[in-house]
């Protein structure tokens, strides 16, 4: 597979050795691709028979069939399939190998990997996700693995491994009591899955940290455990108070960074919206208070609905109800959110799902809760594209844009499963994969 992959990456301008040779070589080779129909991340409506120019990097122009083709141009013809931007996946754990309980959950990430192991399944992750059409990520922190997103970034930027596109998040910060490894005796120092603070100075610092060695984002947890209150509610522990939210999102916005809060319902997630947090994640249980704050100011919402319909507890124990009214009141918070026009965009939380299953799975929920599907796979492309400051660079296909491009042999705004299927893919103007080629 690794010698597939070399072989297809004529195109690509990267920093490897073999790359930068070709890249050298081939920055101003054209490359042509007819697009049967051409869903292009910002249009309401599909184009029929559309030619996408792409030199080196990035897409040149896009026009009708009938445009002339210089000579020479490599053709690629993909005429009979549907063709898209490459996908965004908002939110997902490249170092995280599933939490199934029957392998150990959660902490067996953690207690049985050693760092090259975790760095061996990230590097399967990036592939994973690439050759599903998804050629940018912001991954939200590597649960215990350290800077090691930085570090897998660096090795796909540099041509060693495939991969998508990634904004990582490092470590990521709770405060005490506020994330795993938990539940073992107190005078055990377990090691934790992200950096643990307490109090505004310690907030700022352990930004600065982590901006200081490469973070593209900062993660902050809001919330904790949750469970079924008195009244039936959904109740989630809070963590970060507002001052030290506060604290991160200063330092954050002062480098030019967002800020990212996984945040459940109720005080937790008022205090991201109050600490001014840039997407809040998950958003179990949004409030119609919660919808028309995050509105007013711009809160990016990333609702990641496939995880919390797997792995339900049994049914009459009180983790069976958390996770049965996790589901009910997220599907209620999602459609209310899309209802009201908070800025939604497309994430899976995989690697909480292993990286086995497909990514594409948050489409069939988002279509059916709220989303059509033209909505769904504009989450997934030109809005996430948005939130991470690149519009008019990812998640769309038109000039200047990096000619990150899929394809699939079906109509997704008919059956949007069709996207488990993507049957090509080109990243950063470099082939990674064509299972619709003619010959
Ligand atoms: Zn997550």
Redesign the pocket.
């Known amino acids: 597979m690794r010698k597939v992959f070399w072989s297809c990456l004529a195109l690509a301008v990267t920093c490897g050795a073999a790359a930068a040779q070709n890249a050298t070589k081939d920055a101003g080779a054209l490359t042509v691709i007819r697009a049967g129909s051409l869903i292009d991340g910002t249009s309401e409506a599909a184009k029929k028979n559309q030619l996408i120019f792409i030199r080196g990097k990035r897409i040149e122009k896009v026009a009708d069939a009938g445009a002339a083709i210089p000579t020479g141009a490599t053709v690629v013809d993909l005429s009979s399939a549907t063709v898209l931007p490459g996908l965004i996946d908002s939110?997902t754990?490249i170092f995280l190998w599933g939490e199934d309980p029957l392998k150990g959950g959660y902490d067996e990430n953690i207690l049985k990997a050693g760092i090259a192991l975790r760095a061996a399944r990230a590097t399967y992750a990036c592939r994973r996700a690439l050759e599903q059409g998804f050629t940018t990520i912001r991954d939200?922190e590597t649960e215990g693995a350290g800077y090691g997103d930085v570090e897998i970034k660096q090795a796909i930027e540099e041509g060693t491994i495939p991969g998508p596109r990634i904004f990582g998040a490092t470590r990521g910060i709770s405060s005490s009591g506020g994330y795993n490894l938990e539940g073992y005796a107190p005078e055990l120092a377990m090691p934790k899955g992200v950096q643990i603070i307490d109090g505004p100075v310690e907030a700022r610092k352990a930004a600065r940290e982590q901006l200081d060695h490469g973070a593209d984002w900062i993660k902050v947890y809001m919330t904790h455990r949750s469970w079924v209150g008195k009244k039936g509610e959904l109740v989630s522990q809070p963590t970060l108070t507002v001052d030290e939210l506060k604290a991160i999102v200063d330092e954050a916005h002062g480098w030019g960074k967002k800020v990212a809060c996984?945040a459940y319902s109720g005080i937790g997630l008022q205090r991201a919206l109050d600490g001014g947090c840039d997407s809040i994640?998950h958003g179990l249980s949004l409030t119609d208070a919660n919808v028309a704050q995050m509105i007013k100011q711009g809160i990016w919402y990333c609702p990641t609905i496939a995880p919390y319909y797997g792995d339900w507890a049994p049914e009459n124990t009180p983790g069976g109800q958390r996770d049965r009214k996790r589901a009910s009141e997220h599907e209620i918070s999602v459609q209310k959110a899309a209802k009201a026009g908070v800025k939604t965009v497309f994430g899976t939380?995989i690697g909480?799902i292993p990286w086995t299953e497909p990514m594409a799975i948050e489409f069939d929920y988002m279509t059916r809760f709220g989303f059509t599907p033209m909505g769904a796979i504009q989450a997934a492309t030109s809005r996430a594209a948005d939130m991470l400051d690149m519009p008019g660079e990812i998640g769309v296909i038109g000039p200047g844009a990096y000619a990150d491009v899929i394809a699939v042999s079906g109509d997704p705004l008919r059956d949007i499963n069709e996207l488990k299927k993507v049957k090509f893919v080109m990243h950063d103007g470099a082939v990674f994969k064509n299972e619709l080629a003619s010959k």
């Open positions: 939110h754990h939200l996984h994640e939380d909480g």
